[in-house]
DNA sequence: CGGTATCCCTCCTGATACTG
DNA sequence: CAGTATCAGGAGGGATACCG
């Protein structure tokens, strides 16, 4: 039975390749914080402790859904705690770890690149688009 | 015609965040990390130069497709260049610019926080799901 | 060799309404 | 206040087949 088409040997090279990329730390950060809310909630919580519902202000535009998804998700890494007071009505304070503040500084890293480097990449996009057509 | 309804407001305030985000460098950037690709092409032409179907095969399992949209997207935002050597069969090289070599320097800074702090994520989310019912 | 064009299908997002 | 449950809509990813 030593037959498998180029189509079976490329998909479990393809599979192989996911679970590489799967295991790549590099890559599971890079999926969080691709995630659209994580930085913001980050950057949103190094100025210190929020509420639920701060964060809602604060980060406009986001759903109680996406938000509570994207705090726990956070809180699972222990990127941030949570913490209750049962209180009426309830108040739920987050607010980041060390771990937290150590990626919103990565964060701060990569937001220098960005602002310092953003307008090479428009004036190469200019150039780009202007010469699609010559 | 004073009246708006609290979801048109809520839409409106969406749409202005959105247009926040979007014209933020941080995200923009962000959103260009996230592409599942582009971080694993800037990696592999790090090291140096490399053809379209040198760089197919070193990230096993990329479609063509998006193997050409990433190549093309970087390109564009002057992160690689693409020479064409028309010999037969045709050549193509693609190399990362001082911009993308710069961004590569940014990748392997958060490549070092990945691999520094993972196993305090991976810790985290066994505590977090060790818990769940207790 | 180095792509382009097409279709499909899945996942994620967000709106909405309801609960403790 | 701080969520949960449910549903639909759309963007993007990938497989495939074909061109210069």
Not at 5 to 31: M, S, V, W
Not at 38 to 62: E, I, N, Q, T, W
Request: glycine share 4%; hydrophobic share 40%; proline share 4%.
């Amino acid at each position: 039975m030593a037959t498998m088409t180029a189509a079976q040997r490329r998909e479990q090279a393809r599979l192989e390749y996911d679970a590489f990329i799967k295991g790549c730390p590099t890559n599971q950060l890079l999926d969080r914080l691709s995630d659209k809310w994580v930085s913001l909630v980050v950057a949103a919580l190094a100025a210190g402790p929020m509420r639920y519902s701060d964060l809602g202000r604060k980060l406009a535009g986001v759903s109680p859904k996406m938000l509570t998804q994207t705090l726990r998700s956070l809180e699972r890494d222990g990127i941030l705690t949570r913490e209750v007071t049962p209180s009426v009505p309830v108040r739920v304070d987050y607010e980041l770890t060390p771990l937290g503040h150590s990626l919103s500084l990565l964060l701060t890293a990569v937001k220098d690149w960005a602002e310092t480097h953003i307008e090479q990449v428009h004036e190469a996009r200019e150039r780009y688009d202007s010469v699609q057509d010559v």
